[in-house]
């Protein structure tokens, strides 16, 4: 399973990297890995406000629906419309072109409180 030690993990399975102001979303190795084959993404809306914790989309795979969760607050101000269209990047690059969103932060200290790589290895590993 592959966790790069450069970015921030939930511990609904998202990964984080910041950026400036902005954090780049998706979902990890382990969650895709757990999902199988995903066929669906629906993803929030630029400018839409979401709050960290809260649901902001969808992955439907050959398995399940699982919600997405934003790692923090802010405002989405990018989507990766090439997942939208071809949702296979999620398997195929969870941490490339399978990026899902970007938000507009409104604390980046949010990010600093969320799992180093190691403390995400511990999750995964129960």
């Known amino acids: 399973m592959n966790i790069p030690e450069n970015l921030r993990y939930s511990t609904d399975h998202e990964w984080a990297s910041l950026e400036g102001t902005r954090v780049r979303v998706g979902i990890t190795d382990f969650a895709q890995d757990a999902l199988g084959d995903v066929v669906f993404v629906d993803l929030p809306e630029i400018g839409a406000v979401v709050e960290a914790g809260g649901a902001m989309g969808e992955v439907e795979s050959t398995k399940s629906v699982s919600e997405l969760f934003a790692p923090v607050s802010g405002t989405v101000v990018a ?34 409180g969320l799992l180093d790589a190691a403390a995400y290895t511990d999750l995964t590993a129960h």
Not at 90 to 107: F, K, M, R, S
Request: glycine share 6%.
């Open 79 to 112: 989507v990766n419309a090439a997942c939208v269209d071809s949702p296979e990047h999620i398997n195929a690059d969870p941490y490339g072109e399978g990026w899902l969103c970007e938000i507009e932060v409104t604390d980046a200290d949010q990010v600093a």
